[in-house]
């Protein structure tokens, strides 16, 4: 199942370092500007880059891009793959950065 989150909601997951903070845009995107220990994963070339983190089913996954929509269908792959615990942050960076929340470049 996902966990569609709002910008708090997933700001508050990710503080807990037992969770996989993925960011799916292009790299050019994630080098303007990402969220603190967010991990890389493109949607463009998820899979190979995805299947280089080994992580685990029951792990906790968190998925975000600029404005949610392509997180989210990384997101439903992920669960039909059967990961148990994906997260995605519904409104992406953009409201992560509208709520004053820090990107790293």
Not at 1 to 18: A, D, G, V, W
Not at 23 to 34: A, K, P, Q
Not at 49 to 58: G, M, P, R, S
């Amino acid at each position: 199942m996902i966990r569609h989150l709002s910008t708090e909601e997933y700001k508050k997951l990710i503080q807990n370092k037992k969770v996989w903070n993925l960011d799916v845009r292009e790299s050019y995107e994630f080098e303007d500007g990402h969220i603190e220990d967010a991990i890389l994963a493109p949607s463009t070339r998820f899979d190979e880059f995805f299947d280089e983190l080994k992580i685990k089913k029951v792990e906790k996954i968190a998925l975000y891009c600029r404005s949610g929509s392509r997180s989210a269908f990384v997101a439903k792959k992920l669960v039909e793959r059967g990961y148990e615990n994906v997260y995605n942050l519904e409104l992406g960076l953009i409201d992560w950065q509208r709520k004053g929340f820090e990107v790293i470049k």
